[in-house]
């Protein structure tokens, strides 16, 4: 139920951390964020992309 709506969510890079937990991006990289945090760039790759809920 509720993970269902969390992984349906979007991230940008810049965008704020509104929940601590694991996300993931587009490469598969995995990180875990904190409520107030800023969502990064890709580690792998420096470049914007898109964060879910992992």
């Keep these: 139920m509720s993970s269902a709506s969390q992984s349906s969510h979007q991230h940008k890079t810049n965008d704020k951390v509104t929940e601590t937990g694991r996300y993931r991006d587009a ?3 995995s990180i ?3 409520a107030g945090d800023t969502f990064p760039p890709c580690p792998k790759t420096g470049q914007s992309t898109i964060w879910h809920h992992a």
């Design 27 to 29: 490469d598969g990289q």
């Design 32 to 34: 875990t964020l904190t």
